[in-house]
C-alpha cells in the first residue's frame, strides 16, 4: 500500500515526454486545454517548495496522475468534465473528474486514492486561488453495460463526504442516480486526459434513462435545500432546463435561461442565486426561507411535469 505522501510526490513529478500519447486528444479543444496543463516539472517543484499552491490546471493534471498510480494498469480513461472543460470556472466550482477502470478496486486501492484525495482537494468553501475542490467518481467499465438506473459507481469522492471519511468510513461502491446524470454529461462534453475520447467509451444514455434518473434524483436534491440554498434552486432550474430541452448547460446558464420564465418575485431570487454562483454577490437565504421552498416546490413540480 503506497503512502499518500508517496503518491502525491509520485503525481508531482510525473510529466509524460510526449502529452499526445498519454492524453486522448479528441479534440482541438482538446489539444487547447492540454497544452495549457502542461507546465514543466522544474516549475511545479518550485511552486511546491516555496509553499506556492498549484492551478486549476495543476491539480487537475496531478489528480489524474494520482489516479494513475493507484490504479495502475487497471485505469481505462480519466475524463475532465463539467465547469472546466465549459469554460466558466466560477470562485467555488469543482473540478469534475471521472475515471473508468476494467477491475474492481482492491481495499489497499481505496484507502490510498482516499487518503491522496483528502489531501489534493480544497476543503469547502475553498480559497479563491488556492487548491480548489475535487470531485471524483470512479466507475467499473462491467457496470456500464447495465441498462438499469441508478447506475453504479466503484468509488465516489467530493467534499461533501469529507467528514464521514474523515471519521473513518470507506469509500464503497453506490449506485445513485446522479451517476447516471454525471455519465450521460461527461459522454457528450468532456476532455480525454487519459484513453478514449468519452464517447468511444461511455454508454449513450437514452433521453427516458436521463428523465428516469432525474425523477430519482429529484427527492435528495430538494432534502438539501436548507443550507445549500443556491446550489439547489440552481440544480433545479438546470433540471428543468435539460428535461424540456435535452441539452446539459451550466447553472448559470440554466438560471438565465429559467428567469424569464418564472413569475417576477422567483426571478428575482434565481438571478441573487444566478449572480452569488458568478461570484458577484455573496447571497444570504436565512431570511427568505419560505420563499426558497415555495420556489423548490414550483421548480419540482416543473420538472416532474416534464418526465
Not at 13 to 27: A, K, Q, Y
Not at 52 to 76: C, F
Not at 205 to 214: C, D, G, K, L
Not at 282 to 300: C, F, P
Amino acid at each position: 500500500m503506497l503512502g499518500d505522501s508517496v503518491i502525491a510526490q509520485q503525481a508531482l513529478e510525473h510529466v509524460p515526454g510526449d502529452p499526445n500519447r498519454t492524453l486522448g486528444i479528441c479534440s482541438q479543444q482538446d489539444h487547447d486545454l492540454v497544452n495549457v496543463m502542461l507546465v514543466s516539472k522544474k516549475e511545479r517543484i518550485k511552486a511546491v517548495m516555496q509553499g506556492s499552491r498549484p492551478k486549476q490546471a495543476d491539480q487537475t493534471r496531478m489528480t489524474a496522475t494520482a489516479l494513475q498510480r493507484v490504479l495502475g494498469d487497471a485505469l481505462l480513461a480519466v475524463y475532465l468534465h463539467g465547469s472546466a472543460v465549459a469554460g466558466n470556472l466560477r470562485p467555488q466550482s469543482d473540478i469534475d473528474l471521472l475515471a473508468v477502470i476494467g477491475r474492481p478496486m482492491t481495499d489497499d486501492q481505496r484507502r490510498d486514492l482516499l487518503r491522496v484525495l483528502l489531501r489534493m482537494s480544497a476543503r469547502h468553501p475553498a480559497v479563491p486561488g488556492g487548491l480548489r475542490c475535487l470531485d471524483v467518481a470512479v466507475f467499473l467499465l462491467s457496470d456500464l453495460s447495465e441498462s438499469s438506473v441508478p447506475t453504479r459507481a466503484e468509488f465516489t469522492y467530493g467534499e461533501w463526504l469529507r467528514d464521514a471519511f474523515e471519521a473513518g468510513e470507506s469509500p464503497l461502491p453506490t449506485r445513485d442516480p446522479e451517476h447516471t446524470l454525471v455519465l450521460a454529461q461527461t459522454r457528450r462534453d468532456a476532455v480525454s486526459l487519459i484513453g478514449p475520447c468519452s464517447a468511444d467509451l461511455l454508454p449513450e444514455m437514452s433521453p427516458n434513462h436521463i428523465r428516469q434518473a432525474m425523477g430519482q434524483a429529484l427527492p435528495t436534491v430538494l432534502e438539501g435545500l436548507r443550507g445549500d440554498e443556491r446550489n439547489v434552486l440552481l440544480t433545479l432550474v438546470r433540471m428543468w432546463h435539460t428535461a424540456q430541452t435535452g441539452a446539459f448547460v451550466t447553472k448559470d446558464a440554466a438560471a438565465a435561461w429559467a428567469i424569464p420564465r418564472v413569475p417576477d418575485q422567483d426571478a428575482t431570487i434565481l438571478d441573487e442565486a444566478r449572480r452569488a454562483y458568478l461570484g458577484e454577490l455573496v447571497d444570504e437565504w436565512d431570511s427568505r426561507r419560505d420563499d426558497t421552498q415555495r420556489l423548490a416546490e414550483h421548480l419540482r413540480a416543473r420538472i416532474t411535469k416534464l418526465l
